[in-house]
């Protein structure tokens, strides 16, 4: 009977320990495999290391291999091979620098938000809405699908925060709830919209509702031509220049909703100048971009430059991003508003009959400034007013000065002494003849 016991003792510990052991096992098996995730995990992680900055989901920052790689790629197709359709244009005078296909109508995506905000402006100027409204999200704005800020049926948010959701992060539902809280329904915001491109004298615009996806119901699309987007461009900054501090932010962030994403500008914070606009997709539209950009002046030498670029129509992310940074870049590089004259500095000295002085300075009247290609050589023609005789009242014309460029007149000013040239005297008349026989004299030695 003790023999029975000791073996049922024996038992019982010889499978208590297995057991142990197996949990052990099991427990040992588990951590390996979770080593071997994360490891997997960590070879799996993109590495950032090429020197070049790119639009990611989580903001700019450096090219992996592969993106590096694509860039080069693409770097070597012309802008024509790259877009539909380009443009880049000077702000201040609307004038076009480079352009292909510009007059084509072109199905606009999001960049017809741009249309959107601008009639949501016009709203808040005349006291229809206020940016501090708040709103009652309704249920047909967070069911919109594409780009959007991620609301559902009951948030509440205020005009100005759904600005900059639908100009940050291209907000369809917030733009359909701002066109909502304005005209009740996205069909009478749509006819608000038309009236304002027609102000606009935008002939070939067409709207049919406030996001730029496509109504797949009747197969209709928002749509302009490139020239047209590069005009509303111009237009809703010079009325409303507030629209830069929102497609200027890097990204949108709304903590009680967990909302964090980045500006759908694929150049904003790579090139340094750009400060906005608006990004579009769809399966018409192809990838599409209008971005803007300001470049500061040197004082004495240049002037601001905002520059305007539009790329439509490209296949991908990364075609349109490496047409409208070249685009871009190359603008900023080539033109300036370059500033002619100044108070100070002379234009050049000129002999003038009779006078106190041998020489007499002479100024532009007006200083100016004009658009121009840094690669072009700039020539200027200056005419003097001949048999100039002293005395000369101060601020009378002796002369004209124009500038051109590529042949084109760029600049013309009236040239002026800008103090009063005396007469000489009959003491320093003498002086100045026998000055003259003895320059002569040397003159006949020599």
């Given at each position: 009977?003790?023999?029975?016991?000791?073996?049922f003792?024996?038992?019982?510990?010889?499978?208590?320990?297995?057991?142990?052991?197996?949990q052990?096992?099991?427990?040992?098996?588990?951590?390996?495999?979770?080593k071997?995730?994360?490891?997997?995990?960590?070879e799996?992680?993109?590495?950032?290391?090429?020197?070049?900055?790119?639009?990611?989901?989580?903001g700019?920052?450096?090219?992996?291999?592969?993106?590096?790689?694509?860039i080069?790629?693409y770097?070597?197709?012309?802008?024509?091979?790259?877009?539909?359709?380009?443009?880049?244009g000077?702000?201040q005078?609307?004038?076009?620098?480079?352009?292909?296909?510009?007059?084509?109508?072109?199905?606009?995506?999001?960049?017809?938000?741009?249309?959107?905000?601008?009639?949501?402006?016009?709203?808040i100027?005349?006291?229809?809405?206020?940016?501090?409204?708040?709103?009652?999200?309704?249920?047909?704005?967070?069911?919109?699908?594409?780009?959007?800020?991620?609301?559902?049926?009951?948030?509440?948010m205020?005009?100005?925060?759904?600005?900059?959701?639908?100009?940050?992060?291209?907000?369809?539902?917030?733009?359909?709830?701002?066109?909502?809280?304005?005209?009740?329904?996205?069909?009478?915001?749509?006819?608000?919209?038309?009236k304002?491109?027609?102000?606009?004298?935008?002939?070939?615009?067409?709207?049919?509702?406030?996001?730029?996806?496509t109504?797949?119901?009747?197969?209709?699309?928002?749509?302009m031509?490139t020239?047209e987007?590069?005009?509303?461009?111009?237009e809703?900054?010079?009325?409303?220049?507030?629209?830069l501090?929102?497609?200027?932010?890097?990204?949108l962030?709304?903590?009680?909703?967990?909302?964090?994403?980045?500006?759908?500008?694929?150049?904003?914070?790579i090139?340094?100048?750009?400060?906005?606009?608006?990004?579009?997709?769809?399966?018409?539209?192809?990838?599409?971009?209008?971005?803007?950009g300001?470049?500061?002046?040197?004082?004495?030498?240049?002037?601001?430059?905002?520059?305007?670029?539009?790329?439509?129509?490209?296949?991908?992310d990364?075609q349109?991003?490496?047409a409208i940074k070249?685009?871009?870049?190359?603008?900023?590089?080539?033109?300036?508003?370059?500033?002619?004259?100044?108070?100070s500095?002379?234009?050049?000295?000129?002999?003038?009959?009779?006078?106190?002085?041998?020489?007499?300075?002479?100024?532009?009247?007006i200083?100016?400034?004009a658009?121009?290609n840094?690669?072009?050589?700039?020539?200027?023609?200056?005419?003097?007013?001949?048999?100039?005789?002293?005395p000369i009242?101060?601020?009378?014309?002796?002369?004209?000065?124009k500038?051109?460029?590529?042949?084109?007149?760029?600049?013309?000013?009236d040239?002026?002494?800008?103090?009063?040239?005396?007469?000489?005297?009959i003491?320093?008349?003498?002086?100045?003849?026998?000055?003259?026989?003895f320059?002569?004299?040397?003159?006949?030695?020599?």
């Amino acid at each position: 009977m003790r023999r029975f016991t000791a073996l049922f003792l024996l038992g019982i510990i010889l499978i208590l320990n297995i057991n142990v052991f197996a949990q052990k096992d099991v427990s040992i098996d588990k951590n390996t495999s979770v080593k071997a995730t994360e490891e997997a995990k960590e070879e799996k992680k993109e590495i950032r290391d090429q020197n070049i900055l790119v639009p990611t989901k989580d903001g700019v920052q450096k090219a992996t291999a592969e993106e590096a790689g694509k860039i080069e790629e693409y770097e070597k197709y012309s802008l024509e091979e790259l877009s539909k359709s380009y443009l880049l244009g000077d702000y201040q005078s609307g004038k076009i620098l480079e352009a292909y296909n510009i007059d084509e109508v072109r199905p606009m995506a999001s960049t017809s938000k741009l249309v959107s905000i601008f009639v949501v402006f016009d709203k808040i100027k005349d006291g229809t809405i206020s940016k501090s409204d708040e709103l009652t999200i309704d249920r047909e704005s967070s069911l919109l699908g594409g780009s959007t800020f991620k609301l559902k049926e009951n948030d509440k948010m205020t005009v100005d925060d759904l600005i900059k959701a639908s100009m940050v992060v291209s907000g369809n539902d917030a733009i359909t709830a701002l066109a909502k809280h304005i005209s009740g329904s996205v069909e009478a915001f749509s006819v608000l919209m038309n009236k304002k491109c027609k102000d606009l004298g935008l002939k070939n615009a067409h709207m049919v509702n406030p996001t730029g996806l496509t109504n797949y119901a009747i197969e209709d699309y928002n749509k302009m031509t490139t020239r047209e987007m590069f005009i509303l461009s111009c237009e809703l900054i010079k009325y409303y220049p507030e629209i830069l501090n929102y497609t200027k932010e890097a990204y949108l962030k709304d903590e009680d909703r967990n909302f964090l994403e980045y500006n759908t500008n694929p150049i904003l914070g790579i090139v340094p100048e750009i400060d906005g606009l608006k990004t579009g997709y769809t399966n018409a539209s192809g990838r599409t971009v209008i971005s803007t950009g300001l470049k500061k002046g040197i004082e004495g030498k240049s002037k601001d430059l905002r520059l305007v670029g539009i790329v439509t129509g490209c296949n991908g992310d990364w075609q349109r991003y490496v047409a409208i940074k070249r685009l871009m870049s190359k603008g900023f590089d080539n033109y300036e508003y370059t500033i002619f004259g100044t108070e100070s500095k002379p234009i050049q000295n000129i002999n003038v009959e009779n006078a106190q002085d041998a020489q007499t300075p002479v100024f532009i009247k007006i200083k100016g400034y004009a658009l121009v290609n840094k690669k072009e050589n700039i020539k200027k023609d200056i005419k003097i007013i001949s048999e100039l005789k002293a005395p000369i009242e101060a601020g009378k014309k002796v002369g004209t000065i124009k500038y051109y460029s590529s042949g084109d007149l760029i600049f013309e000013s009236d040239l002026i002494v800008k103090d009063k040239v005396y007469e000489k005297g009959i003491l320093q008349r003498f002086v100045r003849i026998y000055e003259d026989i003895f320059k002569n004299i040397e003159r006949e030695v020599s």
